[in-house]
């Protein structure tokens, strides 16, 4: 690690996405002290040890035509051509006795001591004033100024986006002395990031960033777009931290935005409520253990292949055989699992090829438990690259079972926030099944107890990172109503509707749950 450099802030990492654990320093080096994540510092541009100028020869005054840069601008910057060791160069004057040279071949050295230098361009203007365009590098900073017709302050980084943060830092007390900062860096990806690393160094609503339709301000120079270029640079936008929007932004979203598809779920009660199911939603499916969770989901998951959608089901209690026999057994309605009779091969394989044969059925093939960022990675991989439109996970505490940890409930607070931000980035829609915690009452949910969000097992997290939490109720002692599932909206974002809202009936002869019409 570079130890002799000076300590400048706190980031957040990019790593493990902590708030502050990333520490930055003055050249350009970082650590993060949470999960060892480490940025090299820049390369240095090399220094030649010459004081004196006396290699530096023919110098003078010229304009730069191949970049449209006029003899008057160069003057203003004391930018000369010479030569260095019979090499044409160009000179930047950086005060102090520093000089930037630029060779043909784009290598960059100096003359004189470029430690105590400034930004290009500093040691020509005053240290106050209402605005100052900073940009990346010098013929850019000639550029502006010209397109300002020289009469606005403009100067420029030493050494490039990668040590943007380094020099504005050093010069910070100049910058911050104009009321305005117009950061004009090159549109690729380096200037971009660097941008908004400057802008966060000003107070709120003091730096702008301008956005251009070409790489840099001497490319638009040269295209002779400098209205164009003059016009970005004075419509510059006030810098905001990411997630921060203007509502005045979103009218286009607001006013043409798509229709939210909407798939109703195959209990037509439930729909009522709920007004169905859409991508872009966490729904969570809860109850007591032995409730029918699982046989629920399949029955949701089979709807939705049947609705020509693409699924992905992870069940992590069972083999991907066991679920694709049970997907199966809903299409032949007996439950294969628990048929004594010989199914005939041929009918078997014409209802296989029927229901999977298209390839909208995606399983994972792992049973156990499943450490969180790879499950994550696997339902995004299921997402992006196999375009799958919603996504089953059978069930959350198994996935945190094997964790080291052992705090259920931070675990669980953990996987919630990525699945829901998962759900953010991609718009699938999500199922996933929770357990509840023990009820205290003398009545359990195998005995028909009602479902509450205050049951969910472990953490607050599932009920308030949910968009629909459905819990399921049944009375699996009860030899009347043993079939019978009463079907309770706990939470309903879209709608804000909740409560009970049918029942469904298992019938153990076809393996199906169906609406149940009250008699």
Known sequence: M??????????????????????????????????????????????????????????????????????????????????????????????NGAYKLRFKDKRFSWLGDAKNTGLFGEQLFRNSGKRLTLVEGELDCLSVSQVYGNQWPCVSLKNG???AVKDVTKSLEFLSSYTEIIICFDQDEPGIKAAKQVAELFQPGQAKIATLPMKDANEMLVAGRTKELLNCLWDAKVFRPDGIVEASELLDKVVNKEVVETINYPF??????????????????????????????????????????????????????????SLLSL??????????????????????????????????????????GHLISKIRYLAKALQCEYIFLDH????????????????????????????????????????????FNDKGHEEGASTSLGQLRGSHGIAQLSDIVLGLERNQQSAKTQNLTSVRVLKNRWSGETGLCGRINYDPTTGRLQEHEEI
């Open 161 to 163: 986006a990668h040590s």
């Open 268 to 325: 037509p009660s439930l729909n009522i409520k709920t007004k169905g199911l859409r991508k872009g939603e966490l729904v969570t499916v809860t109850a007591g253990t032995g409730i029918g969770k699982s046989q629920f989901c399949r029955e949701l998951a089979y709807h939705l292949i049947k609705e020509k959608k693409k699924i992905g089901y992870i069940a992590l209690e069972e083999s991907i055989q066991k679920s694709a026999e």
């Open 2 to 95: 570079e130890t002799s450099a000076k300590f400048l802030r706190h980031e957040p990492c990019p790593s493990c996405n902590s708030k502050d654990n990333l520490a930055r320093y003055d050249d350009n080096h970082a650590y993060c002290f949470g999960c060892q994540y480490y940025e090299h510092a820049e390369p240095q541009t090399p220094i030649i040890q010459n004081t004196n100028m006396t290699e530096l020869t023919e110098q003078e005054y010229k304009p730069i035509i191949s970049r449209k840069i006029t003899i008057d601008t160069c003057k203003k910057y004391n930018y000369k051509f010479a030569k260095y060791k019979n090499e044409l160069v160009h000179v930047a004057d950086y005060g």
């Open 396 to 439: 959350l505490s198994i996935v945190i079972s094997g964790n080291e940890s052992g705090d259920e409930r931070r675990n669980l607070d953990a996987i919630m926030t990525g699945l829901r931000s998962l759900v953010s980035e991609t718009g699938i829609g999500l199922i996933v099944v929770s357990h509840l915690r023990r009820t």
């Open 331 to 372: 299409e032949l309605n007996t439950p294969l699992h628990l048929t004594t009779e010989k199914i005939d091969k041929k009918k078997l394989t014409a209802s296989f090829k029927n229901l999977f044969n298209n390839g909208n059925v995606l399983l994972y093939n792992h049973f156990g438990s499943l450490e969180q």
